[in-house]
Structures are given as structure tokens and as C-alpha cells.
């Protein structure tokens, strides 16, 4: 085949991001002014599907409920599937950004709640359709197809699956890899790649105790469940200091123990909701394993009248980053991005976004930008205070400086694609 001369292919592309970077900061500030729950995204869904058509992408919504798909095929070549999740969370907002949410609504069991953008899905989804647009509209620069994947649902594990569920498969092309992307508490302007493990498995554990109730003053009548869940959480805190391998990276939270409704009353049972974080299978089932042994053994040594019920829900797969597909993004990063593209540490957030190349069996990476004024953390880690001054995901005061993230992510985008897109130049194999 014949070698393309003149610039470079992401420069091409990458040429027009004058003309896409406003229309893209106004829709990430729409979006982040008009949060949607999970589930809930259909206004967002209808903004991104009118967005794309006005690109001339191909359009197929109402995926697993509020999913959308653009399609751009571009002659022989590979399939690439980019993909942004869009959905926000019930967090009241505190930024006092000019574009902030004011938005409440009816969360999925009926209760009124501030919705909040507090995870940096609509810079995901801004900068998606701003390389989407920007690929489509210079064909010249590649050949294969694109496939621009918004999902619904992250937030509560299961948008990807219900993606899946609904026929995914069969509305796109295979593709031959997955890229994805995560605005994160780090400097504005950086990029990271990391291989093999890189997000947490999650998992979220209900637990029913159930005790005998009484009067508060005639203890000696009760099982108590107040003092059984203070002695399970107290116990479980040796999972991870006393069961796991020093320098395996694990996570036993204790999020909510919820008992009683009265200072003279022992309560006749206890709910305690704990999470887990954990980077391979056999730790994520060791661990499950020993919590379920540790609340059996409290139960019995407290003389529970009926042994604790268990819920897991709320759980994301582990993100293993193909290794040969990540060394291919971060080779492309660091011809693009220079210095600024750096490894990226082992994050223990938790994502459903591997559930969909699994299922179509692609290799997959996915990758880190920062989200913050390079100057104000660069201020924030002078003064040793990183941790108390810079806002982490879902945080209430949490949201990306527009520039230069808006940029950095759809350049990222751009780059990766055309890894796989892009003909081979001059020297290339």
C-alpha cells in the first residue's frame, strides 16, 4: 500500500479542534447543569444522539434503556470502540460554579434527591463526541470504523450489562479493541496508562442481624444486634490487616450500620452495608469468604436467633488492561503528549466499562486524565495538603477545569483511535 505523506494522521484530525472546542465546553456545560441519575439519562441520551447526527454519524439509541451508539464506517480497517458513561449522581453540588446543578429528582426508590455531575461523566461525554466529530469529518485521515459508545448506568454497576442485554452485540461491527477514559483528581494536562490491573473489583454487601428485641433496661431478655454489628466491624478489620498478603491491595468498608429506633429499646435486628475492593478473583473470593465466616461465627457466638442474611449488589468487574493493547495507547500517548503522558497508579475506584469488551472477547484499555488546575494542585501538594484541598470524584466540590481537560480528552481519544486506525507511516510495521 502506498505511505501517506504530509502530517501526521492525529495532526490532521487534530487540526480541526478550533472549531469543535466551544460547541464541546457548551455542551459539558449544559450536561453538567442537567445531571441525570442512572437509569434516568434520556434527556442526556437525546443530546447526544442530536450532537451526533449533526456530525453525520449513524445513530442507534435506546440501548439497554438511555444507551447511544454512533457509527462511523469508514472503508476496510479496523473497528475501534470508543466508549463515554453518562450518568450522575445524587450528591448536591457545591462547587458555586456559574453552571452548577440545581436539579432534584425522584431517585429509583421514590425519594426526592440533588442530582450532581460529582464524577466527570459529562467531560467523558464531551469529549467523545468532540473526537467522534472530528474523526468523522476527516475521512481522509483513516480507514476501519468507528463506533462511539455511550452507556448508561455506570453509577450503579449494571448500564453495560443492560447494553449487552439489549441486543448490543448485534447493533455494531466486532470491534477489534475497546478504549475508554476517566477524568481523575491528578493535574489537568497529564495523561496515564497502566497495564494489568488497574481499577478495583467492587462489590457491595448487605447483612441482616438478627437479634431478640427488649427493654433497654433488661438487657439479659435480648441479642442485642447494636453490640453484634459493633463487634463484626471491629473483626472485619483484620481481613485485610491479618488475612491479605502485605502489599496486596484491599479494601473492607464499613459504609452504613443502620439499628433501632429509640434510646430504650434494643432492636430485634441491624443492617450493616459494606464494600469491598479487590484486584484479582481469588482475593475478591477469599475475602468475600472470610466476611461471611466472621459475621457466621459473631452470629453463633452471640446466640442470633436465625443466622444473618446476605445481599451483594452494586458489583463491578475488575478492569485487567490488556497489556499488549496498553503498551500500543501509551507508545501513541507518549509520541503526542511527550512528558505530560506518564504510568498511572493502581486507581481503587471501580468501573462496569470491561463488562462489554469481556462479552464481545476484545482486548481493551483504559486510561486516566487529570481533571484539576495544574496550579492550584501544584499549590495544594507544595503545602502538603493534596488530600484536604483537592476535590476526588464524587465529591460535592468536585469538577473538571474545562480547559485544558476538554482538550487533553479529546486528543486522548483521538490518539488511541488512530493507533488502530491510522495506515502505518513511513518506518511503521
Known sequence: MSLPTGPSPAASVLSGLGAVRGWAADFYRDLHAHPELSHQEHATASKVAQRLGASDIEVHAGLGGTGVVGLVRNGDGPTVLLRADMDALPVAEATGLDYASHTTTADAAGHEVPVMHACGHDMHVACLLGAAHLLATDPG???????????????TGDGARGMLDDNLAN???RPDVALAQHVLPAPSGLVGTHPG???SAADSMRITLHGRGAHGSMPQAAVDPVVLAAMIVV?????????????????????????????????????IELNVRTYSEQTRTSVLDAIHRIVDAECQASGCPKPADYELFDRFPLTDNDAET??????????????????????????????IPRALGVPY?????????????????RAGRVAQDIPVNHSAYFAPVIQPTLDIGIQAMVVAALAWLAPPRTGEQ
Open 326 to 355: 496498553t503498551h500500543k495507547v501509551a507508545a501513541a500517548f507518549s509520541a503526542f503528549f511527550g512528558e505530560r503522558a506518564r504510568p498511572l497508579p493502581m486507581q481503587t475506584a471501580s468501573e462496569d466499562f470491561s463488562d
Open 365 to 381: 484499555c483504559y486510561w486516566g486524565i487529570g481533571g484539576i488546575d495544574p496550579e492550584r494542585y501544584e499549590a495544594a501538594e
Open 235 to 271: 473483626r472485619l478489620q483484620t481481613v485485610v490487616a491479618r488475612e491479605t498478603r502485605p502489599g496486596e491491595p484491599v479494601v473492607v468498608t464499613v459504609g452504613s450500620i443502620q439499628a433501632g429506633t429509640k434510646s430504650n429499646v434494643i432492636a430485634d435486628h441491624a443492617v
Open 171 to 173: 447493533v455494531l461491527p
Open 197 to 199: 490491573p488497574t481499577l
Open 141 to 155: 485521515a483513516w480507514s476501519g470504523t468507528l463506533i462511539a459508545l455511550f452507556q448508561p448506568a455506570e453509577e
